[in-house]
């Protein structure tokens, strides 16, 4: 089916470069990357540990920035955003999924998913209904009173996809989805990438 998209793109990377300092040496983790993602698309990065993938994934969703070249969302240069902006477009564009989930260790499933509707300025009453509808299209219906160490890793990375998704981002990113997973979890996982992508833009590394 012909997605149609808008001429500009929704995140554009021209010669990104990031660096960082380890004693003396330097460790170049991006290289002059210039990559193009438009809404609706999905995008897969694969590169061997360490090639940058995670690194490539904080700078898109504005959690780091470059040491060289120039980061567009929707055509605004991101260096050129006040701190208040910024923090608005990273909660409405971006959905993070870490790599290691990332979940608040001493809050429950129901919590976690609420975080950043509490940020986007959600009432409680609707943030709770958000996030239960979310835990029960998940299959979690029945664990949104249980803390992480009480979830296996694939029902944790249920609830971050749960957190990730509360506050309807436009582009949901994911690190290394399948890895730690058993192979139910993995098809189960590919499954649910896929149905959501139907919805969204979703970039995988
Ligand atoms: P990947 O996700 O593909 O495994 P990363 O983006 O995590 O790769 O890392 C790329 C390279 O940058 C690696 O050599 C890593 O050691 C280095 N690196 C990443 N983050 C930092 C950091 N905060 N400080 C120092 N080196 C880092
Ligand atoms: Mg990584």
């Known amino acids: 089916m012909t997605k149609f998209t808008s001429p500009i793109p929704l995140i554009s990377l021209k010669g990104i470069s990031r660096s960082f300092k380890n004693g003396d040496s330097e460790i170049k983790a991006l290289n002059d990357v210039s990559l193009d993602i438009y809404e609706g698309e999905f995008v897969a990065i694969m590169g061997q540990s360490g090639s940058g993938k995670s690194t490539l994934m904080n700078l898109i969703g504005c959690l780091d ?57 959600l009432d409680a009453q609707h943030r709770r209904e958000r996030a239960q509808i979310l835990l029960s299209s ?33 582009i949901l990113m994911l690190d290394e989805p399948a890895g730690g997973l058993g192979s139910q979890d993995i098809e189960w996982m590919n499954q649910l990438i896929k149905n959501l992508s139907a919805d969204m833009s979703v970039l995988l590394v």
């Open 65 to 121: 920035r470059p040491t060289s070249g120039t980061y567009y969302v929707r055509g605004y240069d991101v260096a050129d955003l006040d701190q208040d902006t910024l923090a608005s477009l990273r909660r409405d564009t971006f959905g993070f999924i870490f790599q290691r989930y990332n979940l608040l260790a001493t809050s429950t499933a129901v919590e976690n998913i609420e975080v950043p509707a509490t940020y986007a300025g």
């Open 138 to 170: 998940l299959g979690l219906d029945d664990r949104g009173s249980h803390r992480p160490n009480q979830l296996s890793g694939g029902q944790q990375q249920r609830v971050a996809i749960a957190r990730a998704l509360v506050s309807e981002p436009t």
